[in-house]
């Protein structure tokens, strides 16, 4: 350890150090160098919304209003056999579903339409893809409280797919997602 020597006012020599002292008697610890933590992976934020449970209602049929209980109201008016032309990335050209959906908003509160979910399962069991091939329609923005709109899902069809078509219409505006069977 090295020091310095110093005079004291009494005429003795004093060895300071080299270590720096706190002025309230404590000693600083001397530099460290950082030593890197790993890293977690960037991806999402974890949750803050509760967990809710989700309701499927009991299924209705084609042109039957679908109500989810809480004002919002979904009917397919129709489920029709199309030919796909695959015109977005990756979408491939081929049977597929068309969808016609209107959606009643019987709340007191806006539903934004982006947060609608459409899909599409036949009868043996396989789910459609979406499409944004002709006659895709689908709305988009806010469905004011009272207001109606409607729309059209596309979806393909696989290869040795059977009737019946079951739709599934989930919205993040409600706890319950409803079921149409063709």
Do not use: H
């Amino acid at each position: 350890m090295s020091g310095c020597t110093a005079a004291a006012p009494d005429g003795s020599a004093t060895q300071s150090s080299s270590t720096p002292v706190a002025t309230t008697g404590t000693s600083v610890p001397p530099e460290t160098t950082p030593v890197p933590t790993p890293s977690t992976p960037a991806g999402p934020p974890a949750s803050t919304a509760p967990a809710v449970g989700v309701t499927t209602v009991p299924p209705v049929g084609l042109s039957s209003p679908a109500p989810f209980g809480d004002g919002l109201v979904a009917t397919v008016t129709a489920v029709e056999r199309v030919q796909l032309k695959g015109t977005g990335p990756g979408e491939v050209a081929g049977p597929g579903t068309a969808v016609s959906l209107t959606l009643r908003n019987g709340t007191t509160a806006r539903v934004d339409l982006g947060g609608v979910v459409v899909g599409v399962t036949y009868g043996d069991g396989s789910p459609g893809d979406p499409s944004t091939s002709v006659p895709a329609d689908v709305p988009g923005g806010v469905l004011e409280p009272g207001a109606s709109v409607k729309g059209v899902w596309v979806f393909s069809r696989p290869s040795g797919a059977t009737d019946p078509v079951e739709v599934t219409v989930g919205s993040v505006s409600s706890a319950a997602v409803v079921t149409i069977r063709s």
